[in-house]
């Protein structure tokens, strides 16, 4: 019987930064658009957490069952090490999708956006298909670009659109940095498991790229998000506090080009995290500073 303790390590919190960020740069170009719901902006957060523990329960309980997590190399999984069983952690899957849903059709009521309950089915059902069904799409090299669309994309720009009714060239490339890190840390998530991966089948794009392309894409990734917003700097000057992250990708960019295998790659993960968040308040404050100080 899993402990209370080892079901908060298995929704594994250091990936929640990556599910806070989107509705942090999201609200603050709400602020910008002069349309910023405190109110709405919390029931984004409560729906991006629910979802990521969700998938995250979801894919210790698919990947528990097919056999990919006997010899887990990363964080406990509550299925492989047979904490929990398998319906167990099911149910605490459905559980964060079925409460995430309420407060989807609690916010859409408020954000009178009836059409965005169809969003919200589509997140559920990414997050069940990522290693759950017949033929998940982790397993085919296709959890990166998922991750980008619903946890940069669609989490951004729903929380922008849930409280101004628009979207603006802001929230679209912050959109797209929180996106191309969440990504990032999915990849250095899976070129750790490079190896247990290929021997159960599961065919992930660090599998597909191999394991040298695959952390020159993560170190790109990184770098590309950083960069990005220099596009609107001449609009929004005090966005280029974004670039104070540089010093902080260092560290992760160097284990991974190092080629530091295993356990010396978890790191990895909880500083593409913060990097994650960092971005999403710098990229804010940028915008917010630029509002107010215009």
């Not at 658009?33 to 991006?48: C, E, H, K, Q, T």
Request: net charge positive; charged share 10%; glycine share 12%.
């Amino acid at each position: 019987m899993a402990t209370a303790a080892q079901w908060l390590q298995g929704a594994r919190p250091r990936t929640l930064p990556a599910a806070i960020a989107p509705v942090i740069i999201g609200s603050a170009a709400a602020y910008d658009l002069g349309d910023f719901r405190p109110v709405r902006a919390v029931l984004a957060a409560l729906i991006a957490v629910l979802l990521q523990i969700g998938v995250n329960y979801a894919n210790d309980y698919s990947d528990g069952i097919r056999g990919t997590d006997d010899n887990r190399v990363g964080p406990l999984r509550l299925t492989g090490a047979r904490l929990a069983s398998p319906k167990q952690v099911k149910y605490a899957a459905f559980g964060c999708f079925g409460a995430a849903m309420l407060a989807g059709v609690a916010l859409v009521v408020l954000a009178g956006t009836p059409f965005l309950i169809l969003v919200g089915v589509g997140c559920v059902a990414a997050a069940w298909g990522y290693t759950g069904g017949k033929n998940p799409y982790g397993y085919r090299g296709l959890g990166e670009v998922f991750v980008f669309i619903f946890f940069g994309l669609v989490a951004t720009l729903g929380t922008t659109y849930t409280q101004a009714l628009e979207i603006n060239t802001a929230s679209v490339l912050g959109a797209v940095g929180t996106g191309l890190i969440a990504m990032a840390l999915l990849m250095a998530n899976n070129v750790r498991d490079i190896p247990t991966d290929r021997e159960s089948g599961k065919r992930t794009l660090a599998v597909r790229l191999g394991d040298g392309p695959a952390r020159i894409s993560y170190v790109m990734m990184l770098a590309l998000a950083v960069l990005l917003p220099l596009f609107i700097a001449g609009s929004y000057p005090w966005i280029l506090l974004v670039l104070l992250l540089i010093p902080a990708c260092i560290l992760p960019c160097g284990l991974m080009l190092t080629g530091k295998n295993g356990p010396a790659l978890i790191p990895v993960l909880k500083h593409t995290g913060l990097i994650n968040l960092g971005f999403s308040v710098l990229y804010a404050a940028g915008l917010v500073l630029t509002r107010l100080l215009a």
